[in-house]
């Protein structure tokens, strides 16, 4: 499979805190990647720097081969797009409104802007928004907004999708919704995935590859099974005893 994204030697320091340190590791196109790793590992960083919200201390990170600006429109127009841990719909405009916005100015902007309404509102009906369309975004439920952060994301047509922890706060009926609707949409609109997520198993039943994070370094990449298995990560997250699949 072709290689999508390629991270290489990526450190982000902020003041004296080192958020991320040397991290590597490549992505093929139509993988899923978990990204794992305890609250304060670096994960978020370094969702922030690949979708060019955030600029490398040091390190390189490449998307089809083309350098990844520190700007995030440039990010998008490349086609990353990235979703918040903490959702940032526009709460006073319509959910449609809010997807119109990645339409018409995200990778594949389309300048007309009933053609644009018409491509959102097929977006939205798939992600089981359609009959909130015209409401206002902060009418939503948590889940509801969730899925909408997810709409805006693929709103702006992108290849590489990240998901920061989209299913926390979702009771278990709505994550297992959520996952099926996640691999669908990947099927639907050929993506690949970035996810982080602090539900292992969730993790690891999503995941092609999973790309450990503790304290900023890079513990381990490897298949789900793999990080499972490993000691390393056995130690860092749950003690000596414990097996990771088992939490
Ligand atoms: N803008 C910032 N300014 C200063 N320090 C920051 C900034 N952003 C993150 N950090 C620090 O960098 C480290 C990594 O944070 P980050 O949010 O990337 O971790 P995380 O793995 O995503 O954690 P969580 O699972 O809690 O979201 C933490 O020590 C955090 O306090």
Do not use: W
């Not at 918040?84 to 389309?110: A, D």
């Not at 994301?153 to 706060?169: R, W």
């Amino acid at each position: 499979m072709t290689e999508l994204l390629r991270v290489q030697h990526v450190s982000k320091r902020f003041g004296g805190v080192i958020a991320v340190q040397d991290v590597n590791f490549t992505m093929r196109q139509g993988e899923i990647l978990g990204l794992m790793g305890a609250n304060g590992a670096g994960k978020t960083t370094l969702f922030s720097m690949i979708a060019g919200n955030v600029a490398t201390t040091s390190g390189q990170i490449h998307f089809e081969g083309k350098l990844v600006p520190a700007r995030p429109d440039l990010a998008c127009r490349l086609g990353v797009a990235r979703t918040f841990q903490i959702v940032r719909p526009f709460p006073g405009m319509t959910v449609l409104e809010n997807c119109l916005i990645g339409t018409l100015y995200g990778s594949g902007r389309q300048k007309n802007l009933q053609a644009a309404r018409k491509t959102c509102r097929t977006l939205l009906d798939e992600l089981g928004l359609g009959a909130q369309a015209d409401k206002p975004a902060a009418s939503l439920t948590l889940a509801g907004r969730k899925r909408l952060e997810i709409a805006r994301a693929l709103s702006t047509h992108p290849k590489l999708l990240l998901l920061d922890e989209v299913l926390a706060g979702l009771n278990a009926t709505e994550v297992n919704e959520a996952l099926s609707l996640i691999q669908q949409l990947k099927q639907h609109y050929g993506l690949s995935i970035i996810i982080i997520e602090h539900v292992m198993k969730v993790l690891m039943r999503m995941s092609d590859r999973i790309v450990v994070m503790h304290d900023g370094h890079q513990l381990m990449e490897g298949t789900p099974a793999e990080v499972g298995n490993d000691p390393r990560v056995i130690r860092a997250y749950l003690g000596e005893q414990k097996n990771v699949r088992a939490a």
